[in-house]
Nanobody, 119 residues
Framework: QVQLVESGGGLVQAGGSLRLSCAAS????????MGWFRQAPGKGREFLAR????????SYADSVKGRFTISRDNAKNTVYLQMNSLKPEDTAVYYC????????????WGQGTRVTVSS
């Protein structure tokens, strides 16, 4: 069983910052990349950022490019999402996920951490 546990969410004022963490544990699993997603109330799930685990290359959605930064700590088996210049429209539940291979979808998901940005 693969477990992903997100943390770091909370309430922040617009313009503020938060750093989300996602720790992976459990049996050995294939991990091509890890990603961050979010789901706002009444909306579908939105891709935010991805990091290819072996080489550290990153990609971002246009909505967060320049404000959010994804990074990883191999030793801690953890991926991070640094979120700066937060806006009320960033309010959502944030999830991390594992993409086992480049040809597969994201198979493993965390339980989510809630981020609320007040205006």
């Amino acid at each position: 069983q693969v477990q992903l546990v997100e943390s770091g969410g909370g309430l922040v004022q617009a313009g503020g910052s938060l750093r989300l963490s996602c720790a992976a544990s459990g049996r050995t699993f294939s991990r091509y990349a890890m990603g961050w997603f979010r789901q706002a109330p009444g909306k579908g799930r939105e891709f935010l950022a991805r990091i290819v685990w072996s080489i550290g290359s990153t990609s971002y959605a246009d909505s967060v490019k320049g404000r959010f930064t994804i990074s990883r700590d191999n030793a801690k088996n953890t991926v991070y999402l640094q979120m700066n210049s937060l806006k009320p429209e960033d309010t959502a539940v944030y999830y991390c996920a594992v993409q086992p291979t480049s040809l597969r979808e994201y198979d493993y998901w965390g339980q989510g951490t809630r981020v609320t940005v007040s205006s």
